[in-house]
C-alpha cells in the first residue's frame, strides 16, 4: 500500500474505519457550527487517507451545508440537476415514490467529463425511504493498486476519453420516452451536455501521493486512440476488478448522515431499491485541480 506518512495534522479525529485503509465515519465533529483551521485541516488529511467520510446525527441547513463547503473550496454550481429553491450551489438528488428511475443508479465518478474533474461531494441526507436508499462505494487506489505489474505498466501510457453526451445530451438514453416522464422535473440543460475531455488513464491523487485508477462506467467512452470495441474488454475487466467486494463498501444512511466523497479516488453507485417511497438529498460539488 502507498499511504502518504504524513503525520495527520490538526486535533485527533475520532475517526471509525470501515475497512482498512477505505471510508472512515468521523465522531464528535459539529459540521453545523463551523469548523476551525486546525480541525479542517485534519479532516482533510482523513478525505486524503480514507477516500471517502461519513459524519452521523448532524443537523445542517442548507446555508451551513453551503458554509461547510466553503471552507474546502470554490462551488461547483451544477448544470444539469435541478436546485434547491434559493440555493443555486445547491443540487437535488430526488426520487419521488412513483418514479422508477434513480439518480446515480450505476457506478461513476462525477464530473469526470471535466478538463478540471471536481474535487468530490457533499451530500446530506433530507429525507429518507424506511429502507433501502443505501450508497455503494468503490476504492479506485486500492482498485490501481492489486493489478499485475505488467497491468500496471500497460495503463500507465494510456489516456481515456470521458463524456457527458451520452448521459445527460439530447441524444442520450435519457431522451427516450419512457425515461423523459421519469427524470425530466430532476436532470435537464441538455444543451450544456457538450464535454469531451481526454485524462490519463492513472493519475496521481494530489493529497495523498497514490496512485489512482480513473476511468469509470458512467462517463469513460473508450481508451484515446483506440475505437471502443477495442476498449471494452480491457475496460470491462478493469470495472469488474475495481467492484470486487474487497474493494468496496456499502453506507446506510440515516437521519443526519453526511457523505463526503473524493471523485478522484472513488467511485459510488446509488441502489435504487426503494420504489414507492421518496428519498431526497442534497448534494454541494467541489471544484478540483488538473490532474497528471
Known sequence: ??????????????????????????????????????????????????????????????????????????????RFFRAVDDHPEIAEVRKEPDQKINIGGG??????????????????????????????????????????????????????????????GAASGHQAAEVVGDISDRIGNPAAATQDVSHPVVVRHPDSGRKVLYVNPGFTLHFDGWTALESHALLKYLYQHATAPERTIRFSWRNGSVAFWDNRATWHYALNDYHGERRLMHRITLEGVPLS
Open 1 to 78: 500500500m502507498e499511504f502518504s506518512t504524513q503525520t495527520a495534522p490538526g486535533p485527533a479525529l475520532d475517526i471509525r474505519p470501515l475497512t482498512a485503509g477505505f471510508g472512515g465515519e468521523i465522531h464528535g465533529v459539529d459540521l453545523a457550527a463551523g469548523v476551525d483551521d486546525a480541525t479542517l485541516a485534519a479532516l482533510r488529511h482523513a478525505l486524503a487517507t480514507y477516500g471517502v467520510i461519513f459524519f452521523r446525527e448532524q443537523r445542517l441547513t442548507a446555508e451551513q451545508h453551503v458554509a461547510f463547503a466553503e471552507r474546502w473550496g470554490r462551488i461547483n454550481i451544477n
Open 107 to 168: 457506478w461513476h465518478t462525477d464530473h469526470s467529463y471535466d478538463e478540471v474533474p471536481a474535487l468530490g461531494s457533499i451530500l446530506v441526507a433530507r429525507e429518507l425511504p424506511s429502507a433501502g436508499g443505501d450508497t455503494l462505494f468503490a476504492d479506485m487506489a486500492t482498485a490501481y493498486e492489486t493489478l499485475s505489474d505488467g497491468l500496471k505498466k500497460t495503463l500507465e501510457g494510456l489516456r481515456a476519453i470521458h463524456s457527458s453526451r451520452h448521459v445527460f
